[in-house]
C-alpha cells in the first residue's frame, strides 16, 4: 500500500454506549480488523480501502476537517436529518441503517454539515461495528423540492466518497415515502452509484413492506417494529455516541495521505473526482 506516505496515530477510543456495537481499547487494531472482515479477509482490497479512506481525507477537506460534534452546525444537523444506524443486527448479521428527516423545514437542512455527520458515523462504525454489511433504508417522508435543490450539489461527491472510502457492504436499499418528485434524485443517485448497489435499490409502495425483507425486532415502532425505543431515542442515543468521540474527532481530522510522498502518480482531486459538472439542465417535473 506504501505504508510510508500515510501517517497514522493510535488514539484511544471512549467507551462505547450504543447497544450493539463493541467498546475496544484502541482504534488502529480494531479498525484494520473490521475493515479485513468487511473486505471478506481479501488482504489486498482491505490495503486498497485504507489507502482511499485516507486519500479522500484530503481530497475533500469539506466532510472530514472541523468535525467537533458540539459545533452549532452539527448539532442543528443531527436534530434536522440523520442516517441513523440501528442497534440491533438482523440475524444474519447485517446492520439496518435509517435516512430520516426529523425535522422537515428546507431552512434549517444544511447538506455539507449532513454528510459530514454521515462520515462521522462512519469513522466509528468502522471502529466498533462487526456486521457482514449494510441494508439501508431512505426514508423520504416530508422530503421537498426544496431540499432535493439544496441537496444536488453535494450528491456525486457524497456517493463517491461513500462508495469509496469505506467497505461497508449494501446488501439492500429501501426508499419509502417518496414524494412525486423523488424519481428525480433518486435516478441521479443511482447514475452514480455503483451498478451493484444500483440494482440493489428498490421503492416500496408502503412503509409497512419494509417488514417484508427486515425482521420486526429489528425495526424501531414508526417502522411497524418491536424494538422498545423510538427513532428519536434512538438518534439521541447516537448523538451522544458522536459527542463520546469528541476529542478523537477533533485530532484524527489532521491524519490523512500525504500525496508527496506517494510513489508513482499523485491522486490529486480532479483525478477523483473528475470536473465538477453543473445540474443547470436537470429537468424536475
Known sequence: ?????ILVRQHSMPSAHFRGFESRGQTGDDFVRHVLILCKNSVEKCKN????YYTLRGAAPEYYENRDPLRPEIQQSLRTV?????????????RVSIFKFFNTDPAVLDPLAFCKVCFMSTDIRLREDTCRGDIIVWDLGGGTMSHLTASLPQVKKFIYCASNASPMRQKSV?????????DTIINLAKSFAKKKVADRTQALSESKDLLKYIPMQVLPQEYGGT???TMNELRDEWAKKLESYRDWFMTEGSVKADESKRPGKSNLQQDLFGIEGSFRKINID
Open 49 to 52: 480501502v485504507i489507502d482511499m
Open 82 to 94: 440523520l442516517f441513523l444506524p440501528l442497534p440491533k443486527l438482523t440475524p444474519d448479521g447485517y
Open 174 to 182: 429501501f426508499i419509502i415515502n417518496a414524494p412525486s418528485f423523488a
Open 227 to 229: 424494538y422498545e425505543k
Open 1 to 5: 500500500m506504501g505504508a510510508g506516505w
